[in-house]
């Protein structure tokens, strides 16, 4: 009868020591999960900022050059303009080629 009570003790403990392990199991698996749902929310935010950050440099400096480029293109349609045409020159540049 011993030897039964023995065997059956050492069944059930290794019974619990799979519960316990199956326990453990599932608890790690849902510490992953948790942990891993935070660094992707972590991972989001941060991109979010970063990305909106460089957004608002890149129109920045979009702004900036399309000033720049209004300005300098204003400048040489100006100096265009103040150039007298020289035609006496130019009428004899054609009759020369051709």
């Known amino acids: 009868m011993q030897e039964n009570d023995v065997i059956n003790r050492?069944?059930?403990r290794e019974h619990r020591a799979f519960e316990i392990l199956l326990e453990s199991q599932a608890e790690a698996s849902r510490r992953?999960?948790?942990t891993r749902a935070e660094?992707?929310?972590t991972f989001k935010?941060?991109?979010e900022t970063l990305i909106a950050g460089l957004e608002s440099e890149y129109r920045a400096a979009r702004e900036r050059l399309e000033?720049?480029?209004q300005t300098q293109t204003a400048e040489y349609c100006g100096r265009l303009e103040s150039l007298e045409a020289?035609?006496?020159s130019f009428n004899t540049l054609l009759g020369a080629l051709f």
């Open 10 to 12: 050492l069944l059930e």
């Open 32 to 34: 992953i999960t948790r």
């Open 39 to 41: 660094a992707e929310e």
């Open 45 to 47: 935010s941060r991109y």
């Open 67 to 69: 000033r720049t480029h």
């Open 86 to 88: 020289d035609t006496g």
